[in-house]
Structures are given as C-alpha cells and as structure tokens.
C-alpha cells in the first residue's frame, strides 16, 4: 500500500510532511501600539472632558496635542512594521514552497510494506530505512536539493502546473 494509505491506517511516522508556515510575532507591535493608543485616548478624552481647556497654559495644550499625534503616527508606524514583519514571513515560506511540494511528491510515490513494515521506493527499487524516508519527506531536504534558482523556479513551476491539473 501507498505511504498516504499507511498513514491513514494508523502508522502516524510516515505522516505526511509538515507545510512550511513562517511563525512571526506580533505581539510586541500590538501591545505597545494599544499602549500608545491608549496614551492618545487618555489624553484626548480625560483631560479635555474635565473642564476643558480654558485653564491650561497654551505650552501644556500644545504638548498635549503633539503628544496625542506623536502617538497616532508612532502606532501607525508601527502597524507598517508589523505588516512588513508580515510579507517577509510569507516570502521565506514561499520559498521552502517548492521544497514542500517535492517532499510531498515523495510521500505520494512510496509504498509501505505492512508484512515486513518497510518502505519500499518504486523509483530506485530500494527498501528504504526510517531516517532515509524522514530524509525524503524532510522540507529542508527537498531544498538543499533545489540548490541553484533555476533549479527552484522550475520546481515551482512544475508544482504549480501540477496543482492546476
């Protein structure tokens, strides 16, 4: 039987490979942008609703209000960074895409032999051990195969034409 069909039947090592997710933190930017917003909204809201301005010195309203906008724009830049974090964790995944798609090739093409629980690959007429099948379901693997970009490109190009067939 098919390693998919022997996965699915229970043997859980010879799952399939994991797709590779860029894991970015955003939590930094998140809680100091609520800070900043937070700092705005204090000033915006406590100190204008508590009899108003009339009583405060112009310096004291005017570093009020470039304090509030400092904060707006500060919260602001933040959120680019954070979305830039972002795109750039999607490219490096993007990359490892092409390597994915081939270790999943990989665990579509062997076959698992429940009698002498080996597997066993059609292409080099080999039984293969479990580091050897870890080696080929490994993402890392498949990219340090793809070692030159053209190499790459085209694996990308042959995954997508296979995904659209």
């Known amino acids: 039987m098919r390693l998919p069909a022997a996965y699915e ?3 859980t090592r010879f799952g399939p490979p994991a797709m590779p997710v860029a894991k970015v933190s955003m939590m930094k930017y998140i809680i100091a942008g609520f800070v900043l917003i937070t700092v705005g909204v204090f000033f915006i809201l406590i100190w204008s609703g508590v009899g108003g301005y009339g009583g405060w010195p112009i310096a004291v309203q005017i570093i009020q209000v470039v304090l509030t906008l400092v904060a707006i724009v500060a919260a602001l830049v933040l959120s680019f960074v954070a979305f830039l974090r972002v795109v750039r964790g999607d ?5 490892y895409l092409p390597a994915w798609d081939q270790a ?7 076959y698992y032999c429940k009698r002498d629980n080996v597997v066993f690959d ?4 080999k039984v293969l051990s479990d580091a ?5 379901l490994s ?6 195969v793809a070692t030159s970009p053209q190499q790459a490109e085209q ?8 995904s659209h067939q």
């Open 9 to 11: 039947a229970g043997l």
């Open 91 to 95: 490219i490096q995944s993007q990359k």
């Open 104 to 110: 999943m090739e990989n665990w579509r093409r062997l």
């Open 122 to 125: 059609p292409q080099t007429n």
């Open 132 to 136: 050897a099948v870890r080696s080929l």
């Open 139 to 144: 993402v890392d693997t498949a990219l340090d």
């Open 155 to 162: 694996a990308q190009t042959e995954s997508a034409q296979a």
